[in-house]
């Protein structure tokens, strides 16, 4: 029989032949037990060498669509069930517009252009040329572990062994993997909370019991919950630091409740009033405390690059629950990681980015001060790398106002679960430079002012 085979450039010979070929058959143009054209006679009709149509017969026959006898050829395989079949034509790309500049107020941003990129690739490409391919430990590095314990215990108080230390590949996917090992039915979360750790609770179908947040910090919940999730040393979103006396009795009460606490250290390391605040974990002598810690803020969100602190009288079963799981994080980047926190690198960066931050969140507040006013109270502004806006009430949230002007802003309605206030905004001064800051809150000032007048 002759085939109707239409060869163009857009792709391989082979390809288009079994494509077609294909098509026919799905649309019963070729019938069952048809014999193909033979390899030859069809490599001939189309101009084109016998391999070419060979790959293509082999293709179908692998796929199922057709059968080869020997001495005789290949022919149609039976399709017994109907199925309508139309080819999808090809979509084109769509080329999305760029969106313009904006001036970066979001939250959970970092300065990338002060990175020491010249230390850290020199690390990366000495790693990738000794690397021998094997993926990490399911645990993590050992070296990475070291020098995490090491640094943990000099820069937050917090003594503990390197077995002790989990990597993971972000906070989400370390909080996941730490919410199913409990298996806990509901679990509580400050109110307000970080919205992407409710987002994990909510996706495991957890029930999330708001725990209120006070001047001192989150408060002892009254719910029967086994599990509560805080930010004791800057609370998310509010940037209340938990007192000393609320520490010790969240501890009382999860020895009183047999509960587990997890405490979200996530930028301790930015702090600019004041030493730094211990961790909850350096008070709890009855391991009910899992250490939360990230170098997302640290080093680069691009990272993915988190860790976490066991009680030693959980990692037995901590282990075993995850037994047959593999590293998530690149090992090169775990020991690129390693070798910079033991040259010194990463003690050095912090310290220059927490002087950098610290003059721009002083950069931010003055700017406030000069273009808004007493009107807009700052709040939460100790530590970390955002800080809370209050609006006057006749103002409210106005997300998009800020976008029209070139300004991107976080709600901080979206944090709570129960009472949403509509009249405070959240700006992060990681991503924007000083000059930024300041044209940023002038554009928000002219906006703001604006709709304040009409």
């Known amino acids: 029989m ?65 059968y080869s006898v020997e001495r005789q050829g290949y022919f149609v395989s039976e399709i017994e069930d109907e199925w309508y079949y139309a080819e999808n034509a090809t979509a084109s790309l769509r080329k999305t517009e760029q969106p313009e500049h904006f001036i970066n107020f979001k939250n959970g941003q970092v300065d990338a252009a002060v990175f020491p990129y010249k230390q850290w690739n020199r690390l990366y490409r000495k790693q990738l040329n000794k690397f021998n391919g094997c993926n990490a430990p399911w645990q993590g590095e050992y070296s990475l572990r070291i020098e995490i314990a090491r640094y943990l215990q000099q820069a937050r108080g917090l003594a503990c062994q390197p077995e002790q230390v989990y990597i993971f590949s972000g906070f989400q996917q370390q909080l996941m993997n730490v919410s199913l090992f409990f298996n806990r039915r509901a679990i509580g979360i400050e109110e307000p909370g970080f919205i992407r750790a409710r987002s994990v609770f909510e996706q495991l179908q957890l029930q999330c019991h708001a725990i209120s947040v006070d001047e001192e910090g ?170 809370i806006v209050q609006l006057p009430e006749r103002l409210n949230e106005s997300i998009e106002l800020a976008k029209s002007r070139g300004v991107e802003i976080d709600a901080v309605s979206k944090m709570y679960q129960l009472h949403k206030p509509s009249h405070q905004v959240m700006l992060g001064y990681g991503a924007p430079s000083l000059d930024e800051i300041q044209k940023g809150v002038s554009f928000l000032a002219t906006s703001w002012k604006n709709s304040l007048s009409n």
């Not at 792709?11 to 014999?35: F, G, P, V």
Request: charged share 25%; with cysteine; proline share 3%.
């Open 218 to 387: 989150c408060c002892v919940p009254n719910e029967t919950i086994k599990l509560l999730y805080t930010t004791p040393a800057h609370q998310y979103p509010t940037g209340v630091i938990m007192s000393v006396a609320r520490r010790i009795q969240l501890l009382q009460w999860s020895i009183k409740q047999d509960a587990y606490i997890i405490e979200d250290d996530y930028d301790s390391e930015f702090r600019y009033k004041g030493a730094p605040i211990a961790t909850l974990s350096h008070l709890d002598s009855s391991e009910r405390v899992l250490y939360f810690g990230t170098f997302s803020k640290t080093l680069l969100p691009s990272l993915r690059m988190s860790y976490l602190i066991m009680p030693t009288s959980l990692q037995s079963d901590f282990e075993e629950f995850n037994t047959y799981q593999k590293s998530t994080v690149s090992r090169i980047d775990q020991q690129v990681v390693a070798k910079f926190m033991a040259e010194g690198h990463y003690s050095a960066h912090i310290a220059k980015m927490r002087t950098l931050y610290r003059a721009k969140r002083c950069c931010l507040i003055e700017s406030i001060i000069k273009h808004l006013g007493e009107e807009f109270e700052v709040m939460g502004d100790a530590a970390g790398l955002h800080i």
């Open 2 to 66: 002759e085939l109707q085979i239409l060869l163009t450039d857009d792709k391989t010979k082979y390809m288009q032949i079994y494509e077609q070929i294909r098509q026919a058959i799905l649309e019963k143009k070729l019938l069952a037990h048809a014999k193909l054209p033979a390899k030859r006679r069809l490599a001939e009709q189309l101009n084109i060498s016998i391999i070419t149509v060979q790959i293509a017969y082999e293709q179908l026959q692998s796929e199922g669509y057709s």
